[in-house]
């Protein structure tokens, strides 16, 4: 799908599919007849539930899973704000193609396949301390290049970043949509010193000054503050929620990413769960803004979809429960407690 204006996507964004209760109802109808006392699994019974609503499947599949890596330069890295130069952004794709990052092996171990896309690595964004990063072209086409990387066979899709500077970013993002500055969402990111992070909040700060106008309106500021890898994760999450695809979103910077479109509509993001929560400073209270509740929290902050395919083998387990457990009825087991195991404690 191509978007001409803000106006168009932002339509495209309000105009989301309900789901398949009918599916998430027999799932829950099958859990309940399952060798287990009720509830037991905890939030493994919910997740099979919330793949089947938004897959529309009963029990929901996870044969196809892919993972979608966009990767973008950023103008505000010669700021000095990343422990890293703006041509490792470069260097780690060439490494995600010849199999040598955490993510490669990642994506293998979790039976998943690995997509990764370069978007306009020559072409850095502006400094958006002094320019919007994006011009509204330039954003509504990264955004067309997410929605078209989301295959429609998918069963379920796991989002993830690789851009030098992203986290400045990501936190610029965060602030304009739910508030305070730089101090609040800055985080150390690469592992950045005192100098560099103090230059990282003050780049904030400058950039929402310099675009207080548009930052009421959500996809201007992603423009204005955002990237083309940032912009394409936003395009790859309303594709999934447009195509019935569960999504699996990484850390902080993929989270901010989709982040617009919870402020567009509150229920944007029900197809979507959090892999993890990062190290990143920032992640945990996005994450709180969001209402999103992470499966995992393992300290990690590398980026590249990392969490995200963790998140994947608690996917596996869950449905492999669901699907391979025997009913009450199946194994010949009473499903009824015994009477001194029901009565209710007193004291």
């Given at each position: 799908m191509n978007f001409t204006s803000f106006s168009q996507l932002r339509a495209a964004?309000?105009?989301?599919?309900?789901?398949?209760?009918?599916?998430?109802?027999?799932?829950?109808?099958?859990?309940?007849?399952?060798?287990?006392?009720?509830?037991?699994?905890?939030?493994?019974?919910?997740?099979?539930?919330w793949l089947a609503h938004w897959q529309g499947h009963a029990p929901p599949r996870l044969d196809t899973v892919e993972i979608l890596?966009?990767?973008?330069?950023?103008?505000?890295?010669?700021?000095?704000?990343?422990?890293?130069?703006?041509?490792?952004?470069?260097?780690?794709?060439?490494?995600?193609?010849a199999g040598g990052a955490a993510i490669n092996q990642l994506a293998r171990t979790a039976g998943a396949v690995l997509r990764v896309m370069p978007l306009s690595l020559?072409?850095?964004?502006?400094?958006f301390t002094e320019a919007p990063a994006l011009s509204e072209?330039?954003?509504?086409?990264?955004?067309?290049?997410?929605?078209?990387a989301v295959s429609s066979h998918c069963d379920l899709v796991c989002l993830g970043e690789m851009g030098i500077a992203n986290t400045t970013a990501a936190?610029?993002?965060?602030?304009?949509?739910?508030?305070?500055?730089?101090?609040?969402?800055?985080?150390?990111?690469?592992?950045?010193?005192?100098?560099?992070?103090?230059?990282?909040?003050?780049?904030?700060?400058?950039?929402?000054?310099?675009?207080?106008?548009?930052?009421r309106d959500p996809l201007a500021a992603a423009a204005a503050l955002g990237g083309r890898e940032l912009a394409a994760i936003l395009g790859a999450t309303l594709a999934t929620?447009?195509?019935?695809?569960?999504?699996?979103?990484?850390?902080?910077?993929?989270?901010?990413?989709?982040?617009?479109?919870?402020?567009l509509r509150a229920d944007t993001l029900a197809h979507a769960l959090a892999g993890?929560?990062?190290?990143?400073?920032?992640?945990?209270?996005?994450?709180?803004?969001?209402?999103?509740?992470?499966?995992?929290?393992?300290?990690?902050?590398?980026?590249?979809?990392?969490?995200?395919?963790?998140?994947?083998?608690?996917?596996?387990?869950?449905?492999a429960c669901h699907t391979g457990m025997a009913t009450f009825a199946e194994a010949g087991v009473s499903d009824k407690p015994t009477a001194a195991a029901a009565a209710p404690k007193v004291g």
């Open positions: 964004c309000l105009d989301l599919p309900a789901g398949h209760s009918v599916s998430s109802a027999a799932v829950a109808q099958r859990e309940a007849a399952l060798t287990k006392p009720p509830r037991s699994l905890g939030r493994l019974e919910d997740v099979v539930a890596v966009f990767a973008g330069n950023h103008g505000i890295a010669r700021r000095g704000v990343s422990a890293y130069p703006a041509e490792v952004t470069g260097q780690m794709v060439a490494n995600f193609a020559d072409r850095p964004t502006a400094d072209g330039e954003f509504l086409e990264a955004v067309a290049a997410g929605y078209a936190a610029a993002i965060a602030a304009a949509l739910f508030g305070g500055g730089g101090a609040r969402w800055a985080g150390r990111g690469t592992g950045i010193d005192e100098e560099s992070l103090a230059r990282k909040r003050a780049a904030i700060d400058s950039a929402l000054a310099r675009h207080a106008a548009v930052l929620r447009h195509k019935d695809i569960p999504v699996l979103l990484d850390g902080f910077v993929c989270t901010a990413a989709a982040a617009p479109l919870a402020k993890h929560v990062s190290a990143e400073s920032g992640h945990r209270m996005l994450l709180d803004e969001l209402g999103l509740r992470p499966l995992l929290d393992l300290d990690m902050r590398l980026g590249e979809a990392s969490g995200a395919a963790v998140a994947v083998l608690i996917l596996r387990a869950a449905l």
